[in-house]
């Protein structure tokens, strides 16, 4: 079995969980732990409405992770290095990705 896909899908597991009570709006405003931009800062209602899409975000981000790391799972050893360099461009780019969506969600819904 990779350890590579084994590592990346426990990342995706803990990116999964940690997206859940974001999307659920239990996470109140604070001082570690959620979509840390300033637009979410102005008010508890922002705060939850950005956190809410972000981890709606966040959890696809999650399970495109899972995806990918259980379809490198059966790979042969040789194949692990190229696996590695797409597992970890589809771990950037969507973290680019996501970052990208929020910020422009947060400018678009802005309220004065």
């Known amino acids: 079995m990779n350890p590579i896909a084994i590592t ?3 990342l995706a597991l803990i990116i999964i969980a940690i ?3 974001l999307i659920r709006r239990k996470i109140g405003r604070n ?3 959620g979509i840390r931009i300033p637009e979410a800062f102005k008010s508890e209602e922002r705060w939850l409405e950005i956190n809410h899409y972000g981890g709606r975000l966040l959890l696809a ?3 495109a992770i ?3 790391s259980g379809l490198g799972l059966p790979l042969e050893k040789k194949y692990w290095p190229a696996y590695g360099v797409g597992l ?4 950037l780019g969507g973290l680019g990705i996501v970052v990208a969506l929020i910020l422009r969600y947060a400018a678009k ?3 004065n």
């Open 31 to 33: 001082s570690w732990y």
């Open 66 to 68: 899972a995806i990918v």
């Open 19 to 21: 997206s859940l009570p």
């Open 61 to 63: 981000w999650g399970v």
């Open 109 to 111: 819904t802005k309220k």
């Open 88 to 91: 970890i461009l589809v771990l």
């Open 8 to 10: 990346h899908g426990i």
